[in-house]
């Protein structure tokens, strides 16, 4: 069941690359900037901006799940089975199914379409989500038919998965990205509803797997800087003493990822509260005393990047922009 495939993304790993998106992820984070990759299930949506108005849509539910008035679109969500048919009917195409079931061989046969700009530019196919390991059978044969292909191949995970789950996709991973959120297990429960002993274990494995094979592997490590969670001193120190003293000798990078605002649409059109919601985007200068405190806690200094949106300062939080300074990439 796979999300979406982004094509020409650079923040997923070296050059340009092609992202297959996966639904499924075993953590809900609080800040999660793709809620739509939480469930395994596809999900019924609606963009306002396109509709029409007809209610072509109505007469063809089979579930009478939906409603439209002024306000807009209700989705009747204990009724809704993402059959997929109002989308199907609808000529504004205003509904949209989230999720759609590939086979490996079809799966490989679009993102191969991209192989010039891989070669090209030192890229390859990421996949994301969601998260791999929660469709690991799937995404390991995925990765190994790319593989076969001769195409690079990366693993974008949050690590809480059944170590055989990673068993799985390691021997066809060129590279793995692997989230670090925070280091004290309460407030990683408390954030993402579940603590992070088992997390820390899979990154181990995976450290060990990349020792014992000969053949050259890439891990990158990612923390999301999310204010009033993840964005403090004591957490990023914490994190970058753990990969010190367990992985520095197989890391080659720690990316300080912004938090990001522009999901609140995402959250609406699924019916979700998000808690950060009116959160800011942070201060440039927040990002770069944090990636200080990074590259002071034990860590290769040269490792260490920052990278998305930032505001300039706190006067104007308003005023957000993509600040190259404080990228680093």
Request: charged fraction near 30%; avoid cysteine; proline fraction near 0%.
């Given at each position: 069941m796979?999300?979406?495939?982004?094509?020409?993304?650079t923040e997923d790993g070296p050059g340009i690359r092609t992202t297959v998106f996966f639904k499924g992820c075993a953590l809900k984070c609080a800040w999660c900037h793709n809620p739509e990759s939480i469930s395994p299930q596809p999900q019924l949506v609606w963009m306002g901006n396109r509709c029409i108005g007809c209610r072509t849509c109505l007469s063809a539910c089979p579930e009478n799940s939906l409603d439209l008035s002024e306000a807009g679109m209700t989705i009747d969500r204990n009724r809704c089975t993402a059959c997929g048919i109002c989308a199907e009917e609808c000529p504004g195409t205003a509904l949209e199914m989230l999720g759609k079931a590939w086979t490996v061989d079809a799966l490989v046969n679009e993102v191969i379409k991209d192989r010039a700009y891989f070669e090209t530019s030192g890229g390859g196919v990421t996949l994301s989500g969601g998260d791999p390991g929660f469709q690991s059978?799937?995404?390991?044969?995925?990765?190994?038919?790319?593989?076969?292909?001769?195409?690079?191949?990366?693993?974008?995970?949050c690590g809480y998965c059944a170590p055989e789950a990673l068993d799985r996709l390691l021997p066809y991973a060129a590279m793995v990205l692997f989230d670090l959120k925070l280091m004290d297990p309460e407030a990683h429960k408390r954030f993402t509803g579940h603590a992070n002993p088992r997390i820390l274990d899979n990154l181990r494995r995976v450290a060990d797997y990349m020792r014992s094979h000969l053949h050259p592997r890439q891990l990158w490590i990612r923390t999301p800087i999310i204010p009033g969670a993840t964005a403090s001193a004591e957490n990023i120190t914490a994190i970058g003493q753990w990969i010190s003293a367990n992985i520095n000798d197989v890391v080659t990078r720690?990316?300080?990822c912004a938090f990001n605002n522009l999901c609140r649409d995402k959250y609406r059109r699924l019916d979700l509260q998000w808690p950060f919601h009116d959160a800011p985007l942070l201060e440039a200068s927040v990002m770069e005393d944090l990636a200080e405190t990074a590259r002071q806690s034990g860590v290769n200094p040269d490792i260490v990047f920052t990278s998305g949106a930032t505001r300039l300062q706190t006067e104007s939080p308003q005023r957000e922009t993509d600040d190259v300074s404080a990228q680093n990439v």
């Open positions: 796979i999300l979406e495939i982004v094509r020409m993304s059978e799937f995404a390991g044969g995925l990765l190994k038919a790319l593989r076969e292909k001769g195409l690079h191949t990366a693993v974008d995970t720690w990316d300080l």
